[in-house]
């Protein structure tokens, strides 16, 4: 079979163990061997990320210090346009190839809003969706459309995944983790722990920083 590898895109504002572990299970079940961190650019007319995209690829740094599984692209940040997931996905590919199976990574709640997303008709073209369950969010689509979507493109076996390059849906039966960045800055405000949600190493860095604090 050839080798998998899979994209994760998101604003890690900060990253924590919502992102890491579920991935982690992921890779195991499908025999993933690297997978590619993606920090995006927020466009300025769009709520800002509390920390810099510097200090957002630091604490990526620091959460992935042990974990070989993970390796940072900054490609994102290096431009000043919206980071749209189906421009990233062409350039890859061309640097790439068209041949590589590629996975790009979501969690349940961003499947469930994917049609917002820029040409998202065109991802599966580009690659597979591996999709990590989020608790709080429903399993199926409101829209009939999207779901007979969803349904027509579910991979039925892991070799697909790993067989072809793109085309397929793998909805992933990944721990719950009931975390997100939201929550883990509000709690940072509030002057409450955060312990069990993120890295340490992560905590570390947001004290030095003096991050998400008023
Ligand atoms: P925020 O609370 O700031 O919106 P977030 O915690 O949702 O942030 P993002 O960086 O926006 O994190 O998410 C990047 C990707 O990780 C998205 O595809 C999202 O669905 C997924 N993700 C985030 N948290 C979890 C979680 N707890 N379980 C599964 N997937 C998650």
């Known amino acids: 079979m050839s080798e998998l590898h899979a994209l994760f895109g998101g604003t890690f504002d900060p990253i924590h ?5 579920p991935v982690e299970a992921l890779a195991q079940q499908t025999g993933l061997q690297r997978v590619t961190l993606l920090p995006n650019n927020v466009p300025p007319h769009r709520p800002q990320p509390e920390a810099s995209a510097a200090q ?3 604490m990526l740094r620091c959460a992935i210090r042990d974990l070989p599984l993970f390796e940072i692209d900054t490609r994102e940040l290096e431009r000043d346009t ?10 890859w590919r061309i640097e790439r190839g068209a041949e590589q199976p ?5 969690g349940q709640d961003s499947l469930l809003s994917l049609s917002k997303w820029h040409r998202w008709q065109d991802l599966l073209s580009l690659c597979h969706l591996l999709v990590c369950q989020r608790p709080g969010y429903p399993t199926r689509f409101d829209s009939p459309d999207m779901q007979r979507w969803l349904e027509q493109h579910l ?17 992933a039966d990944t721990p719950l983790y009931d ?8 709690r940072r405000h509030q002057n409450q722990p955060c312990d069990d949600l993120l890295p340490a190493a992560v905590i570390d860095y947001i004290d030095r920083e003096g991050l998400y604090r008023d």
Do not use: K, M, N
């Not at 975390?179 to 509000?186: D, L, N, P, V």
């Open 17 to 21: 163990f919502g992102h890491l572990r």
């Open 56 to 58: 957002r690829v630091a």
């Open 82 to 91: 919206p980071s749209w997931t189906v421009t990233t996905l062409e350039a």
């Open 102 to 106: 590629l996975g790009f990574i979501i």
């Open 155 to 171: 991979a039925q076996d892991i070799r697909q995944l790993h067989q072809q390059p793109a085309g397929h849906i793998w909805l």
């Open 179 to 186: 975390i997100s960045a939201t929550e883990i800055r509000r």
